[in-house]
């Protein structure tokens, strides 16, 4: 339902839920009420994702300690699905996807990146793409974004992740110069808006973790005063120590190569979460900041209790897909099964029995991941109303 929103123009987003906020809360009730039960009850009929989380690379020019899939980088062979395969599998998706995320990987190093852009637009009209970069090729990100924006209708939003001041993050990067050009490709981005109105959101993405926790103010500071960006969170995470109700055959092995980077001091975390909740309170008149504060706010309660926040709708709204087609309900589970043994067929695949068994496992567990939480959130009338309450 947000995403719906969310591939909206920046703007007429904005301007339709200020309208909504001035409503009385009965009101927006009776409103949303319908909404969502018709938004969940399409949910039951649905047979592939509307969102998909594809890996397009497991190359990457960093070599960062706190990665999350640091562990599958740089493999020896790489295995990675052809532009061939992409288009047969996104034959094989229902029609419209509304939101697509390619990661890696630092998937810019895929030149093929436009034409795989391309292929989701014209087969399955995606109304949204997401890509999130390192920022290092600065050229041909710039480049492959001017080729997506010329030749698709979708609206595509770009995350430049930053994850510190720049002794910090070239340190973090395991790359001299990181910082800089991360800052040009954000910049270049920028000034990229205003030429293609379809690309929608320039924002900048820190991972937080035990090595910029000290400077995280500072940074806040620089991409608000300086870039002028919308600036996005997460936690260094693993799928061992933030996931609760799944066992390890199911578990992902998603963790940091270093895993000092984690931050284990709940104290330290809370600190954490405060300073970005501010930052965020700072945009609270637009949707885009209350609805990161509120994700925030979940994923610190879902960490304390052990307990979901809401439905978790991966495995029906949101599917992963991996570099070598391997395909899992999300990112802190294993995958299930692999597209390239059904022929590239997804909704075989997705209605495999294997499929079936995977999301009886995971009907109950509980994890503080933010694209997960952020669909179980948009689909949940009570999270709905809290996000439009003028009083947040
Ligand atoms: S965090 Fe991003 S930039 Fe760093 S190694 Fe992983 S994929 Fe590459
Ligand atoms: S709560 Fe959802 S996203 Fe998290 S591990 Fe379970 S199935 Fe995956």
């Known amino acids: 339902m947000l995403d719906r929103l969310f591939s909206m123009k920046n703007s007429t987003r904005e301007m339709l839920f200020r309208a909504f906020t001035l409503l009385p809360r009965p009101v927006r009730a009776a409103i949303l009420r319908p909404i969502v039960r018709s938004a969940r009850d399409k949910l039951e009929r649905q047979s592939t994702p509307s969102r998909l989380i594809l890996y397009v690379t497991d190359r990457c020019n960093a070599s960062c300690g706190h990665c999350l899939y640091g562990r599958h980088l740089n493999p020896s062979e790489r295995g990675e699905l052809s532009l061939g395969e992409l288009e ?9 996807l509304q939101s697509l995320v390619l990661t890696g990987g630092e998937p810019f190093l895929r030149e093929d990146v436009p034409a795989i852009c391309r292929t989701f637009d014209r087969a399955n009209q995606t109304r949204l793409v997401t890509i999130t970069t390192n920022g290092i090729r600065t050229g041909e990100i710039l480049s492959a974004v001017e080729g997506i ?3 698709c209708r979708l609206r595509l939003n770009t995350h430049v992740s930053l994850d510190g001041m720049k002794n910090t993050h070239d340190r973090l990067r395991g790359f001299t110069g990181g910082f800089d050009k991360a800052v040009a490709t954000a910049r270049g981005l920028r000034e990229l808006q205003h030429r293609y109105p379809g690309l929608n959101a320039v924002s900048v993405l820190t991972c937080v973790c035990s090595q910029n926790l000290n400077e995280l103010a500072e940074l806040i500071g620089f991409v608000r005063d300086d870039l002028r960006l919308f600036h996005k969170f997460q936690f260094v995470r693993s799928s061992q120590a933030d996931v609760w109700g799944l066992g390890p055959a199911i578990l992902s092995d998603f963790s940091p190569p270093n895993p000092d980077c984690c931050i284990q001091d709940p104290a330290q975390r ?6 970005i909740r501010d930052s965020h309170r700072l945009g609270k008149e637009t949707l885009l900041g209350r609805r990161q504060a509120l994700l925030l706010e979940h994923a610190m ?8 926040a809401a439905e978790c709708l991966a495995g029906k709204v949101d599917g992963v897909v991996y570099t070598n087609g391997d395909v899992a309900v ?3 589970t294993r995958p299930f099964t692999s597209l390239r043994k059904w022929e590239m ?3 075989k695949a997705w209605s ?3 499929a079936a068994s995977r999301r009886a496992q995971t009907r109950r567990c509980a994890c503080t991941h933010p694209c997960n939480l952020s669909t179980s959130l948009s689909y949940d009338l009570a999270a709905l109303l809290d996000l439009s309450d003028r009083t947040r």
């Open 88 to 96: 047969r599998l996104a034959g094989t998706l229902a029609v419209p």
């Open 149 to 151: 924006l010329r030749t």
């Open 270 to 275: 809370a600190l954490a979460f405060e300073l």
């Open 301 to 308: 309660r879902v960490a304390l209790k052990h307990e979901r």
């Open 330 to 332: 999300c990112e802190m």
């Open 345 to 347: 067929d997804f909704g």
């Open 352 to 354: 495999s029995a294997e």
